[in-house]
């Protein structure tokens, strides 16, 4: 009668650790932004609306669009880039659009959490574009997009006041 006992418990704890362990992995493994920015947000064509509005809220500020590859040997670099810039200009009101898109089409993998969280500033906004809806409204020039305060976006975005590296983005906001 113990040993049954003891085989019951341990096929619970068993089974309890099977499910828990997952959940576990799982959880530390989802995408997550530093605190203060709002989670990651998995881009769709239908929340075009829904960005453009969120644009336009920010009329009062510099608004900044940013693409990044999360596959790019070179965005990790581009994450600090703007993160320094940001931390240059502590008072400047701007908002920042960081979207993280595919290199090509086979590249499905957001970006984990170590490129994530190399842009902390609470003025950052963090995307991933698996679909590169954004690219194609905005068409990018340039991995950077500076849009000045005042600028609004009606049925096409407006054409931006700069756009270049981001190692030139710190001179450009206010």
Known sequence: MKAFSTRRILMIAFLALSVVIPMVIVYRMAPRTPRGQQSLVY???EMMPILRD?????ASQTRVFVFLS???PQAAGAAQGVESALQAKPGSAVKVFLIWQPLSAADR???P???LSLVRDSRVAQFFDIERVLAGQLKPSAAVLVFDAGAKWENAPPSPSWSGL???LGQHLQ
Do not use: C, K, Y
Not at 54 to 58: G, L, P, Q, V, W
């Open 113 to 115: 959490n170590p490129l």
């Open 54 to 58: 969120d644009f336009n809220r920010a």
């Open 70 to 72: 999360p596959t790019d």
């Open 166 to 168: 981001v190692s030139g």
């Open 109 to 111: 993998r957001g970006p």
């Open 43 to 45: 881009f769709e064509a």
